[in-house]
């Protein structure tokens, strides 16, 4: 990954001149209002919709993504959110070290990296903290609107549990969504 990554990103958003604040994904708002509030890390954070309504709900968060041309469009709309409680952090997740035994909560959406992703957020997550995380799965390729091209982004079929062996399920769902096809897991922990 890396170099070729971080500019096939940083081109995709130069082309976004500026950004409106997407709603936070369902699967984000529905478990993460239960949990009380502390300190969160969204992965692959992209434009912020995520970090920016945790922000709004009182988690203080840190937001890593590869693109600083993302990342400046996100930090942009969290001032126009006027939302002050984010780290926006400009670095590649194959490298990346987060500090261990520290959040509260970590969040994916849209992304997935098999080889590192999963002991990194095993160890950055504290005892009794939340991982809540969703990605495409395999039926997402033979969608109409598909975008992915390759399947190597794309979950099999009950894949994502067996990706957290260290964390607790609480619940796993895998599911059409009117735009994509995902797979998800909140885990725990323990
Ligand atoms: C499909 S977007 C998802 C963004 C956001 N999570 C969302 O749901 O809208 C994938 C994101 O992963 C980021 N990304 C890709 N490779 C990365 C890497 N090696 N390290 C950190 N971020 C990366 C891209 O810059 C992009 O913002």
Same mark, same amino acid.
């Given at each position: 990954m890396s170099d070729s990554d971080r500019q096939r990103w940083d081109a995709k958003y130069a082309d976004k001149a500026s950004t409106t604040v997407l709603p936070p994904d369902d699967w984000l708002s529905r478990h993460a209002t239960p949990l009380a509030v502390g300190v969160a890390l969204d992965l %692959?954070?992209?434009?912020?919709h995520n970090a920016i309504w945790l922000s709004q709900h009182g988690w203080k968060v840190d937001a890593v993504d590869i693109s600083p041309i993302g990342l400046a469009l996100a930090e942009q709309a969290a001032e126009r959110a006027n939302v002050q409680t984010i780290s926006w952090i400009a670095a590649d997740l194959d490298r990346y070290e987060p500090p261990t035994n520290h959040y509260d909560l970590v969040t994916v959406f849209r992304f997935l990296d098999r080889h590192r992703l999963p002991h990194l957020i095993e160890r950055s997550l504290r005892t009794g903290g939340i991982l809540i995380y969703e990605t495409f799965s395999q039926g997402q390729l033979s969608r109409a609107d598909n975008h992915l091209?390759? %399947?190597?982004?794309t979950l099999g079929p009950d894949e994502l549990p067996t990706l957290f062996p260290g964390l607790e399920i609480l619940f796993h769902d895998e599911t059409e969504l009117p735009d994509r096809s995902v797979a998800r897991i909140v885990g725990r922990k323990p």
């Open positions: %692959a954070c992209g434009l912020g091209i390759s %399947a190597q982004f």
